[in-house]
């Protein structure tokens, strides 16, 4: 059977080995200690945070072929909320649960859906892939210098930035990878003891260093104590990356509280991640990174906007192509 390795253990990564398992014998590399990537939830106990991804929403068939499953199996459910707008700390609309499209969260938490993705697969985590050589065959070195060989394929589905840094330069679509810009952004994870009396649960911001304010708490399966995930614009992230990360957390601290009006400088738990690629800037022209002289290929939000479902379509649109070549 083809062997396929597969470096990263995202939505991407996850979705085409899903996708291929009935076709080659798959292996993925993750170079965190679990799966789900962008997609993910940190756990503070007793809180927990959707510190990545927050929802998403589909438009495509495959897509949403591919998650009725989850939703049959209450993996993935609806979150209705009652969401507002802000320009700058305007309040500038509201809106009834009844007028958003659906929006979709794992459950009990996003990396729900990556782990049930994972259940059956042969998954390497904690193992940061970072050599690829090609004599015959494909053969892949951890930077701890041990050696995974015998590889027909290689699937990268690292963002942008860091699948030019392991792929050749060589590979059919270097330049057009290479133009990949990504954006950053910080999430601010708040936990409380007490619930704070908000008129909405969610809530997007433009003109402000904020993006993003939600109760995390309020999705559905969530028994934990009341948390709030707020985060940063991205060009407030990209600004201040390598800035010290307690100043960071204080800025982001002080304008949540003065949006909402009450200071959550207060809650038990704050602390604050860093995602140096969270969001495209760019979008490339091509849609699929299929080398098929070299029998390596590249994947990601990056290919299709940068959103949970580009992340799958992106997937979904190459192992069409790969089983379209003979895979
Ligand atoms: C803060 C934030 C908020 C977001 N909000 C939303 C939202 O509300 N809705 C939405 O639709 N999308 C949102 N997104 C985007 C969404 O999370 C991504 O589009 C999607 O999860 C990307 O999946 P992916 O598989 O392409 O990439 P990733 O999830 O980044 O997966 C790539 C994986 O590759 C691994 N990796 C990288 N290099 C190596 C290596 N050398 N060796 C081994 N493993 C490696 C990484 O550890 C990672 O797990 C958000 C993203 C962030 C960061």
């Known amino acids: ?16 080995a899903h996708l291929l398992k009935q076709h080659a014998d798959i292996t993925i590399f993750e170079k965190a200690r679990g799966v789900g990537g962008r997609m993910s939830t940190r756990r503070a106990e007793p809180y927990f945070f959707d510190h990545g991804a927050q929802y998403f929403t589909v438009r495509a068939k ?22 507002v707008k802000f320009f700058g700390d305007q309040l500038i609309e509201s809106q ?3 007028d958003q499209q659906s929006r979709y969260v794992g459950v009990p938490g996003m990396n729900s859906i990556a782990k049930h993705l994972a259940q059956d697969t042969a998954i390497h985590i904690n193992t940061r892939i970072a050599r690829l050589e ?3 065959k494909w053969q892949l070195t951890d930077e701890q210098g041990n050696k995974y060989d015998n590889f027909d394929w290689v699937i990268c589905t690292a963002p942008a930035p860091q699948a030019v840094e392991l792929l050749p330069k060589t590979f059919a679509y270097y330049d057009e990878l290479k133009a990949v810009k990504m ?3 910080f999430s601010l994870m708040l936990g409380f003891d007490t619930p704070l009396p908000l008129d909405f649960e969610s809530a997007h911001l433009t003109h402000s260093d904020l993006s993003w304010i939600a109760v995390n708490s309020h ?5 934990e104590p ?75 939000d990056w290919c299709l906007g940068g959103r949970v ?17 003979g895979l």
């Not at 993935?76 to 909320?81: D, R, S």
Request: net charge negative; hydrophobic share 40%.
């Open 62 to 83: 495959p897509f949403q072929a591919f998650i009725q499953p989850l939703i049959d199996q209450h993996i993935i459910q609806t979150w209705q909320t009652r969401y």
């Open 226 to 300: 009341y948390t709030l995930m707020v985060h940063s614009s991205a060009a407030y992230a990209d600004a201040h990356f390598y800035a010290d990360r307690d100043m960071v957390m204080d800025h982001l601290i002080s304008e949540t509280s003065r949006i909402l009006g009450h200071d959550v400088s207060l809650a038990q738990y704050k602390t604050v991640h860093g995602w140096l690629y969270a969001n495209n800037a760019t979008q490339p022209e091509s849609a699929v990174f299929l080398d098929t002289q070299q029998q390596l290929a590249a994947c990601g």
């Open 96 to 98: 009834n649960d009844d």
């Open 309 to 325: 479902e580009g992340a799958f379509m992106a997937a979904f649109n190459l192992v069409t192509k790969l089983k379209a070549v």
């Open 1 to 16: 059977m083809t062997k396929i390795a597969i470096i990263g253990a995202g939505l991407s990564g996850l979705s085409a």
């Open 219 to 223: 999705k559905p399966g969530r028994d």
């Open 134 to 136: 090609q004599q015959d």
């Open 183 to 185: 954006r950053a952004c």
